[in-house]
């Protein structure tokens, strides 16, 4: 059994740029979720996508967008960005309502 | 709104010196409580998922209990191995399925 892969796992932009992340859910997942997490804070939820439309959704702008595939697999696009931007981008996947398993997360970092 | 706050934000200890962390949460309805371990630059690894007060669980040195309105870990003769962020998260019956975070407690072991 695979667990939650991302990538890449380091990142460096220019503000105004796009930048689009990667995550492949554990087999058997049907749920994933993106989390932001900035140094020191803990991870925040973006969104969540469940057979392949979106089911939820945090204080993000629109300029955050996702999309869940066929086989369950995730993107997360940020348009725009800006310094803030920058932070571990955490991917969740999961069968039921328990059981997140994340991945190791992708650093981004925009100058 | 849901919120979890979590302290001390950091603890050291001695290698055997028993100590416990809180994560105290205020939600419209908890469905779960997670504790996770992050170690620096990776993604959150599950520990233990706690359902309804008065739930304890374990797993070697690491010990989860439950109350209505704070979950507590308990941390027995630690090592310098479980020098890490420990997370708690909470899954609530109200709007989005998402997992609302507290900050973390860094816990360093010193040998």
């Known amino acids: 059994e695979t667990g939650v892969t991302q990538s890449p796992t380091h990142l460096i932009k220019t503000r105004g740029q796009q930048v689009t992340l990667r995550c492949s859910s554990q087999s058997g997942h049907n749920t994933v979720s993106w989390y932001q997490q900035a140094l020191g804070q803990g991870p925040q939820f973006i969104f969540q996508?469940?057979?392949?439309?979106?089911?939820g959704r945090g204080n993000f702008p629109p300029r955050f967008s996702g999309l869940q595939f066929p086989n369950y697999s995730s993107e997360l696009n940020v348009n725009a960005l800006e310094l803030d931007d920058s932070a571990l981008y955490l991917c969740?996947?999961?069968?039921?309502?328990?059981?997140?398993?994340f991945g190791s997360g992708t650093r981004l970092t925009v100058v | 709104e849901d919120q979890v706050t979590q302290s001390p934000e950091a603890l050291r200890l001695q290698e055997g010196e028993s100590s416990s962390l809180n994560c105290s949460y205020t939600v419209s309805g908890l469905r779960g409580l997670f504790w996770y371990r992050q170690d620096p630059g990776k993604g959150p690894e599950f520990l233990f998922t706690l359902y309804s007060a008065g739930e304890e669980k374990e797993k070697e040195r690491l010990k989860a209990t439950l109350t209505k309105k704070e979950s507590f870990l308990h941390i027995t003769a630690p090592k310098p191995e479980d020098s890490a962020t420990y997370l708690c998260?909470?899954?609530?019956?109200?709007?989005?399925?998402?997992?609302?975070f507290g900050k973390g407690t860094k816990l360093t072991v010193n040998p």
């Open positions: 969740a996947s999961s069968q039921a309502s328990y059981g997140y398993t």
């Open positions: 996508y469940y057979r392949e439309e979106e089911n």
């Open positions: 998260a909470v899954f609530t019956q109200g709007g989005s399925e998402k997992l609302v």
